[in-house]
């Protein structure tokens, strides 16, 4: 029975309750921590997208301070922090928008 309900976003917490993400139309569990971080945590997946496939590897997308952050490595990250780490990897495949969130909710859902 270790099925506790946890964060889809850390994955480190115990979920409080569901919310829609702010930038995709899904909704993730949220733990309290992630909900009041001030970074505006999203599962990373989220920003992987925003980044690929909404903005050209993170060009023409709204202001830094208007996208979310994430929880990667045990700390969070800024959109910034993780934009600039990003730019450091290799482009993912190409997937269809479909398969990037398919792949999304298989991983965490
Ligand atoms: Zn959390």
């Not at 993730?28 to 970074?39: D, G, K, S």
């Not at 910034?80 to 298989?106: F, I, L």
Request: net charge negative; hydrophobic share 30%; proline share 8%.
């Amino acid at each position: 029975m270790a099925d506790k309900w946890m964060c889809d976003c850390c994955h480190v917490n115990e979920a409080i309750g569901a919310a829609s993400s702010g930038y995709i139309p899904y909704s993730f569990a949220w733990c309290r921590t992630c909900l009041q971080h001030p970074v505006h945590p999203e599962p990373e997946w989220v920003l992987s997208y925003l980044y690929y496939e909404v903005g050209d590897h993170g060009k023409g997308l709204v202001p830094d301070d208007q996208l979310p952050g994430t929880f990667k490595d045990d700390r969070y990250w800024t959109w910034r922090e993780w934009a600039d780490w990003a730019a450091t990897q290799p482009d993912p495949p190409r997937e269809t928008e479909d398969e990037v969130v398919q792949a999304g909710m298989d991983r965490h859902g």
